[in-house]
């Protein structure tokens, strides 16, 4: 072998056994390009240096020792971390390279050129330690890449300053913290072909859920012009989640989750100056638009998915699209460190009691609560000023962050999203963080004591003052198994997938009046009568949100089906029960747009809701759009799981007219495998339950308006609260007659409410009439699946002792 062989590898010849060698970054890029490409994925060409050619630059420039010298005297406290990381870096940074090593690479940054078919290529230099991208320390970040370097002086001082980059602080703290020996660790430097993701767009994705550990997600960010600023949370990016499983049929599109970031500036090249790239504002159309079309999310999905089969573990990776061809890469992939290594038999919930006002929201990290006094930092350089526990408060923060970022109790920051610098060490440390709240440096201040909960799904918010929140561990292995399906109510798509480890049998009830509320938050009439709608500020308003939809109804469609298939996601294949919109009318105004298709009633609980809203020409057209979502999400994403529910149907007649209406939108009872359920709350649902069984699949009895009708007791009265009771005999009644006629015509029946986790005799008394499934808040799920547990026992031994006893009569006749 040459010494030009022995300095320098291409990737192609590189494997992940190889990171003593390269390092872990290039060693997992050789990896790729020589195992993967046959499955269609692109990795730029190039080359790495070895760890060999890193000592022989030390060794040569007479290195080894001072460095020894001072990092001795940084662990005996005699030398601070900033001097320490700065005598290196300098040291490093003045040293010359040996002629052989200068040969080696400027040869081989020659026939990259060749290779690629352009004369001195543009190249991204990357470092790549040979103690990074290991399964339990990912080491992200912590050394420098260089971007859009041209020319062999630039590539050559690039190298340079990737091997000072082993010692910035930040490097330094991390492999104190590790145990790592700073003298053991070589520095790789990867050459490869820049992408022009600067006319494009560059992103991550992970193959796996960051915030919760649901394996089954691909969730990718995405930002126009070069990737750093997403890497390093300075942009407010897409995002996308995919559902996997789903994917390996091509005719669905399984984007479950599609949120599009506000992306206000995007990293290019600089034509000149002392550094080769820029940041320059984002136009309005890119603003509004989205980075990525359906086919590429999917592309990048697919290829995560092999990639994490091949590494056979979870992923983090880089990708970049070039807006010259069009053509999407993977230009890192490195282990995922922090969900993936998280204990599954067991979960720690946190929930809020009480809080102060709301200061601040934005993207949740971690599913944690945490408090204390605030303290707002512009700079790593004030980290002398940093009190161990507060919470810190940055616009965003990159590497450099990360040890003053391990002596807070919780990070706020006014950029990034989930996939930024600041969501993954925050991971990473076990801390509760929210980022991308916009504006947190303004309204937070130095001393304020503050609460940072992350426990309520996807939003994140900051309270004033010290909130008052409980702790508690779920253990999945203690929860007993049931012959009564036990389901989960679901209905906030942000919090869904939290749940995804519960044993549940499936959704019961997936509201989607919830979905459209908080996620669309627009009067689906508004959108589908946009052209004739005559409040302006209301036409304004649409018009604002849907920015980018040049058809406003695929804004909800689109909206409502994404939010509904994160549900779906969570148990699939298990079935979802997802229930029509339920509003009413008083409910239904409050949407933008909405009051003006919304008629004023007396009494809007037994008004125009329900079934009766279906059929109606005054809802027709909204309607219409909630069967266009719910037939997008079984047909076109392939969560075929999910049944639909009718609610408040008062007769068979008007079950006959919303069915034909859903088949008239393409929703036809049994076409597709698909099941309609309806709701069993009206005494009408009981009394007529033969009729109702020949046009549903199912029942579900919502017992608190079953009650309410039952009994004639407003649910809603503080001064009937005595009177409101599920275990009233005549709504037990009602609840056994169903499910004895409903069982009769081989339709299933669930109950949806909270008396089983309350009352345990009632658990029993469900079991005892035979009910199919019991559906609740998931916060109740452990203690009804104890009791249903208990009374399936009790009824065993009741049907052993009555088995004895008939034995014992049966000898005593003969």
Request: with cysteine; charged share 25%.
């Amino acid at each position: 072998m040459s010494s030009n062989e022995t300095e320098v590898l291409w990737f192609d010849v590189l494997r992940r056994t190889d990171v003593p060698s390269v390092g872990g970054k290039n060693a997992s890029l050789g990896e790729m390009v020589g195992c993967l490409a046959s499955k269609g994925i692109r990795v730029p060409p190039g080359f790495a240096t070895t760890a060999g050619a890193y000592w022989q630059f030390i060794d040569a420039n007479g290195l080894r020792e001072s460095m020894s010298t001072v990092l001795a005297e940084f662990r005996a406290n005699r030398r601070s971390l900033a001097d320490t990381g700065e005598t290196v870096r300098r040291a490093i940074l003045r040293g010359e390279w040996p002629a052989s090593t200068t040969r080696a690479i400027c040869d081989a940054y020659a026939e990259l050129g060749r290779r690629v078919g352009v004369d001195d290529p543009d190249v991204a230099v990357r470092s790549s330690a040979t103690a990074e991208d290991l399964p339990d320390a990912s080491f992200a970040g912590q050394q420098e890449t260089l971007l859009a370097i041209h020319g062999t002086h630039a590539l050559m001082d690039a190298c340079r300053r990737c091997y000072a980059s082993l010692f910035t602080d930040r490097a330094i703290s991390y492999r104190e913290a590790r145990g790592f020996d700073h003298m053991k660790v070589a520095l790789s430097v990867g050459v490869q072909q820049m992408v022009r993701s600067d006319l494009g767009g560059a992103g991550v994705a992970f193959s796996i859920d960051t915030e919760t550990g649901f394996d089954k997600i691909v969730l990718i960010s995405a930002a126009w012009g070069l990737g750093e600023n997403v890497v390093q949370g300075a942009v407010d990016p897409d995002e996308y989640e995919v559902f996997k499983p789903l994917l390996q049929n091509e005719a669905w599109v399984p984007i479950v989750g599609k949120k599009r970031g506000s992306k206000l500036k995007k990293m290019v090249y600089a034509k000149g100056g002392a550094h080769p790239t820029k940041n320059v504002p984002t136009s309005k159309a890119e603003r509004a638009a989205f980075v990525l079309a359906d086919r590429d999310v999917l592309t990048i999905s697919r290829w995560a998915c092999e990639i994490e089969s091949h590494y056979g573990q979870p992923m983090d990776i880089e990708w970049a699209k070039d807006g010259l061809t069009g053509n999407i890469f993977i230009v890192q992939a490195r282990p995922e460190t922090v969900q993936s290594r998280r204990e599954a038999t067991a979960v720690k919930t946190f929930r809020l009691i009480s809080a102060g006002r709301e200061l601040v929201t934005g993207v949740s990290v971690g599913q944690a609560i945490a408090a204390g006094n605030v303290c707002v930092i512009d700079s790593p350089a004030e980290r002398e000023r940093f009190v161990d526990g507060a919470v810190l408060v940055t616009a965003a923060t990159d590497p450099d962050w990360v040890p003053v970022m391990r002596r807070a109790a919780g990070i706020v920051t006014d950029h990034g999203g989930r996939t930024s610098h600041a969501a993954i060490v925050s991971r990473e440390l076990g801390l509760p963080a929210i980022v991308g709240t916009g504006h947190a440096t303004r309204v937070l201040h130095d001393e304020q004591e503050v609460t940072v909960s992350c426990a309520q799904g996807e939003v994140g918010r900051v309270f004033e003052g010290m909130a008052d929140y409980q702790v508690e561990e779920i253990d999945f292995a203690a929860i007993p198994q049931t012959r009564t399906q036990v389901v989960l109510n679901l209905a906030n798509p942000d919090a869904a997938l939290r749940w995804w480890r519960m044993p549940a049998d499936g959704i019961g009830l997936a509201r989607m009046e919830f979905v459209i509320s908080n996620h669309i938050k627009i009067h689906p009439m508004a959108l589908a009568c946009f052209d004739q709608l005559k409040d302006a500020e209301a036409a304004r308003t649409i018009a604002a949100m849907t920015e980018g939809y040049s058809d406003k109804t695929e804004y909800f469609v689109d909206r409502l089906a994404c939010g509904l298939g994160r549900i779906a996601a969570v148990c699939y294949p298990r079935p979802v029960v997802v229930r029509l919109s339920d509003f009413k009318t008083n409910e239904y105004a409050h949407l933008t747009g909405g009051k003006a298709f919304e008629p004023l009633e007396e009494n809007p609980m037994l008004g125009f809701r329900g079934a009766s809203r279906y059929y109606s020409p005054r809802y027709g057209p909204g309607f219409a759009l909630e069967c266009r979502a719910l037939r997008r999400l079984r047909m076109d994403m392939g969560l075929n799981n999910v049944i639909v529910m009718v609610p408040f149907c008062r007769t068979p007649d008007e079950a006959d007219r919303v069915l034909d209406a859903m088949a008239a939108n393409g929703l036809r009872r049994a076409e597709d495998g698909l099941q309609v359920y309806v709701m069993c709350e009206i005494p009408s649902n009981v009394i007529l339950a033969d009729a109702f069984a020949q046009r549903f699949d199912g029942f579900s009895i919502g017992s608190n308006d079953l009650t309410q009708l039952t009994l004639g007791v407003d649910r809603d009265s503080a001064e009937l609260a005595s009177l409101f009771d599920e275990r009233n005999e005549a709504v037990r009644w009602m609840i056994r007659e169903v499910i004895e006629r409903a069982h009769r015509a081989g339709a299933k029946v669930s109950l949806c409410g909270e008396a089983p986790s309350v009352h345990p005799e009632y658990a029993s008394f469900l079991v005892e009439c035979g009910i199919d499934s019991i559906s609740v808040s998931p916060d109740s799920f452990i203690a009804v699946k104890q009791h249903v547990a208990q009374a399936e026992r009790e009824a065993a031994h009741r049907a052993t002792g009555e088995q004895t006893r008939g034995s014992i009569l049966s000898q005593t006749v003969r």
